[in-house]
């Protein structure tokens, strides 16, 4: 009964004004073609360009981090002839370029010796933590806290290994090498640390021989990775500046391995 309150009855209806302005809608159409286009076109523009500024700098830092993972086994055996005997690797210690997408990009570890990997990294730093723990289980000192040391340890020698080859490209100005191949780079020490660690629990005496040598080994395979990575990929001229860093890090492998080589409780020792 109240639907047609306040209606009405019979009679004809006002017509409903239901035509708008034509200006009206002139304006109102070119109005909001501006704000879809114009502000869509420069909002697109914005995070495009951001976008795209992200993607460079992750590429730029970080790399792709399943390009570091394409090996095999004849490249493991390779890398590992040449980290532990870089003086017997008779060939270029550049890397093996090939153009993708319109530039060069670096080809994959399982295609060139020199590209850095991460799976050996990874794989001998857990060995050296099973090698610890086993030579401190051989001494009567192993416990869960001591291998926590021992993995703590092995963190901070690979933190500063990697601290030393970044502060070196950065004082020359050239601190945008990627990332990952500062981490792959560092972690190689751990190679000649498990040789040194298992001649140890052989021997106790190859110790004393072993470790300096290991040492020796990764110091002249960093002084040849770093000096291309100075010379060729970042081409810095200060060579009396690089031959001082490049001393720098070659010494700083003795004291790096004879403290990451000596198992002990604590990890200061």
Same mark, same amino acid.
């Given at each position: 009964? +109240?639907?047609?309150?306040?209606?009405?009855?019979?009679?004809?209806?006002?017509?409903?004004?239901?035509?708008?302005?034509?200006? !009206? @809608?002139? /304006?109102?159409?070119?109005?909001?073609?501006?704000?879809?286009?114009?502000?869509?076109?420069?909002?697109?523009?914005?995070?495009?360009?951001?976008? !795209?500024?992200?993607?460079?700098?992750?590429?730029?830092?970080?790399?792709?981090?399943?390009?570091? /993972?394409?090996? *095999?086994?004849?490249?493991?055996?390779?890398?590992?002839?040449?980290?532990?005997?870089?003086?017997?690797?008779?060939?270029?210690?550049?890397?093996?370029? !090939?153009?993708?997408?319109?530039?060069?990009?670096?080809?994959?570890?399982?295609?060139?010796? @020199?590209?850095?990997?991460? +799976?050996?990294?990874?794989?001998? %730093?857990?060995?050296?933590?099973?090698?610890?723990? %086993?030579?401190?289980?051989?001494?009567?000192?192993?416990?869960?806290?001591?291998?926590?040391?021992? $993995?703590?340890?092995?963190?901070?020698?690979? /933190?500063?290994?990697?601290?030393?080859?970044?502060?070196?490209?950065?004082?020359?100005?050239?601190?945008?090498?990627?990332?990952?191949?500062?981490?792959?780079?560092?972690? +190689?020490?751990?190679?000649?640390?498990?040789?040194?660690?298992?001649?140890?629990?052989?021997?106790?005496?190859?110790?004393?021989?072993?470790?300096?040598?290991?040492?020796?080994?990764?110091?002249? $395979?960093?002084?040849?990775?770093?000096?291309?990575?100075?010379?060729?990929?970042?081409?810095?001229? !200060?060579?009396?500046?690089?031959? +001082?860093?490049?001393?720098?890090?070659?010494?700083?492998? /003795?004291?790096? %391995?004879?403290?990451?080589? *000596?198992?002990?409780?604590?990890?200061?020792?």
């Amino acid at each position: 009964m +109240y639907e047609n309150l306040g209606a009405p009855q019979g009679g004809p209806r006002p017509p409903s004004n239901t035509q708008s302005n034509p200006l !009206e @809608n002139a /304006f109102y159409g070119a109005s909001s073609g501006l704000i879809r286009g114009g502000l869509g076109a420069y909002g697109e523009r914005i995070l495009g360009s951001s976008s !795209e500024y992200v993607q460079s700098n992750i590429s730029r830092y970080f790399s792709d981090p399943q390009y570091y /993972f394409q090996v *095999n086994d004849r490249y493991v055996r390779n890398k590992l002839k040449v980290v532990l005997f870089p003086f017997l690797h008779r060939g270029h210690w550049t890397r093996v370029t !090939e153009p993708v997408g319109g530039r060069l990009s670096y080809k994959p570890p399982i295609y060139d010796i @020199n590209a850095p990997d991460l +799976y050996i990294p990874f794989m001998v %730093f857990g060995t050296y933590i099973v090698l610890a723990g %086993f030579s401190l289980g051989i001494h009567g000192k192993f416990s869960p806290e001591a291998l926590s040391w021992i $993995f703590i340890k092995g963190l901070v020698g690979w /933190f500063l290994q990697f601290v030393l080859l970044k502060a070196s490209l950065i004082s020359l100005g050239s601190g945008e090498a990627p990332f990952l191949d500062i981490i792959a780079y560092a972690g +190689y020490t751990f190679t000649g640390m498990c040789l040194a660690v298992l001649g140890g629990i052989i021997w106790s005496y190859s110790y004393y021989f072993l470790m300096p040598w290991t040492g020796l080994c990764m110091a002249i $395979f960093l002084v040849k990775t770093m000096k291309r990575v100075l010379f060729s990929e970042v081409r810095s001229h !200060e060579s009396s500046k690089q031959h +001082y860093l490049l001393l720098i890090i070659a010494s700083a492998q /003795f004291p790096l %391995f004879v403290w990451l080589g *000596n198992v002990g409780f604590h990890w200061l020792f």
